[in-house]
Nanobody
Framework: QVQLVESGGGLVQAGGSLRLSCAASRLTFGSYAMGWFRQAPGKEREFVASISRSSGNTAYADSVKDRFTISRDNAKNTVYLQMNSLKPEDTAVYCC?????????????????WGQGTQVTVSS
């Protein structure tokens, strides 16, 4: 079955950086828009960023715009999330998702596949 496996999470101080990766298997990766979501304790899951199949278009939540960058490498079946200038409010479990629809549809949470997530903790 399709697997999305995230890595790269951890503990970082405020102002620091992390790079998350999501490796896909058993998926025609280039046929899917990819995205990142996060869920903090006691909160709803929220959209972070998404990217089109060919990397030509991206979308970001206002809360992470200009700090986070989503990218993908279709040859490696991997999507990345570079997170800079991290804040304590960025603390959450981050998971990736794959959608056969557009990156904008993915923004609404409509996805075919989801990863299990990786914990990101930002200390103040």
């Amino acid at each position: 079955q399709v697997q999305l496996v995230e890595s790269g999470g951890g503990l970082v101080q405020a102002g620091g950086s992390l790079r998350l990766s999501c490796a896909a298997s058993r998926l025609t990766f280039g046929s899917y828009a990819m995205g990142w979501f996060r869920q903090a304790p006691g909160k709803e899951r929220e959209f972070v960023a998404s990217i089109s199949r060919s990397s030509g278009n991206t979308a970001y939540a206002d809360s992470v715009k200009d700090r986070f960058t989503i990218s993908r490498d279709n040859a490696k079946n991997t999507v990345y999330l570079q997170m800079n200038s991290l804040k304590p409010e960025d603390t959450a479990v981050y998971c990736c998702a794959a959608s056969s629809g557009s990156l904008y549809l993915l923004r609404t949470g409509e996805a075919n596949y989801w990863g299990q997530g990786t914990q990101v903790t930002v200390s103040s």
